[in-house]
């Protein structure tokens, strides 16, 4: 806490009055969109501080105690990788790392190709394993929920639906009629969802299961992963450097990329990538 600064109420002021403090504004901090990786990490604090405003306040003091102590070396995070991840890190490293489950790395080919990496490979197990159980819970959940829609449903969602997601995509370039009838078409397809909306959102067992998982899954990503980037940045002490490795394991290629550029090609079980303006063409694993 800043002894000097009161935050006022509204949270939005709050957090301009935190960053005067390195003389920045919040649209010095623009949402990221070259790198789906970094905003995947940041959606997590930006939902949960917008269902509960009210904790934005401490978080913007949490980020003015770090951005005075740490001085310059703050801003980097600040506009990096994990500028909205300080709200949960203290809380994060008091947690235990979860016990392996069995999923073992190529030590020996591992700690060659990338030496200072050797003593992060525990970790990096760790973190795999975490995040593959909990996305297989999530996946399980879905397919026992996809059983109860049905087939129009289902043919909806999966065929449909994701047009709803381009709403408002470049609509300053459209014409007035055409704008009046891609408004008529959305509704209509809000319309055709809301029976499936009812049955995701209901209080049946299975719905609030799958929430949970979801929200265990989102959870996890963004602690975990945190850590890991920690793990390594301490370990190779190549903050700032450029690195892209690739390790196999059982359940397929875990992909390790520094801050600078890097490109994915092709099939991976899981990235885990610093930051950067990074380039991914992605092939499903079957």
């Not at 930006?46 to 904790?55: F, K, N, S, Y």
């Not at 949490?62 to 995070?77: G, P, Q």
């Not at 700032?240 to 390790?247: A, D, H, I, K």
Request: net charge negative; charged share 30%; hydrophobic share 35%.
């Amino acid at each position: 806490m800043i002894d000097s600064i009161i935050f006022p109420i509204i949270p939005t002021e709050a957090l301009t009055e935190a960053l005067k403090g390195i003389k920045l504004t919040p649209d010095d901090i623009p949402f990221r969109t070259d790198n789906v990786e970094i905003d995947s990490f940041r959606l997590p604090i930006v939902d949960r501080l917008t269902e509960h405003p009210l904790e934005l306040i401490d978080f913007a003091n949490d980020i003015s105690r770090l951005l005075f102590e740490e001085d310059e070396a703050s801003l980097e995070k600040l506009l990096g990788f994990d500028s909205k991840a300080f709200l949960a890190q203290e809380s994060i490293w008091r947690r235990s790392w979860p016990e392996p489950r069995g999923v073992s790395l190529d030590y020996p080919s591992f700690s060659r190709e990338t030496g200072c990496f050797a003593e992060c490979i525990d970790g990096i197990r760790n973190h795999f394993e975490t995040i593959y159980l909990v996305t297989s819970e999530v996946r399980s959940g879905i397919d026992r929920f996809k059983m109860k829609l049905t087939a129009e449903e289902l043919a909806f969602v999966i065929d449909t639906f994701p047009e709803l997601l381009l709403e408002d995509i470049e609509d300053e370039f459209r014409p007035v009629d055409e704008l009046d009838s891609l408004q008529k078409y959305e509704e209509e397809l809000s319309k055709r969802f809301m029976p499936i909306a009812l049955k995701l959102v209901g209080d049946s067992g299975d719905a609030s299961e799958i929430r949970s998982l979801s929200y265990d899954y989102v959870l996890t990503m963004h602690e975990t992963s945190l850590k890991m980037i920690e793990f390594i940045r301490r370990a190779c002490k190549c903050d700032g450097t450029e690195f892209q490795y690739e390790v196999q394991s059982p359940v397929g290629t875990i992909a390790i990329g520094g801050y600078g550029r890097n490109d994915y090609y092709g099939s991976y079980a899981f990235i885990l990538d610093l930051g950067g303006n990074d380039r991914y063409e992605l092939e499903s694993i079957e």
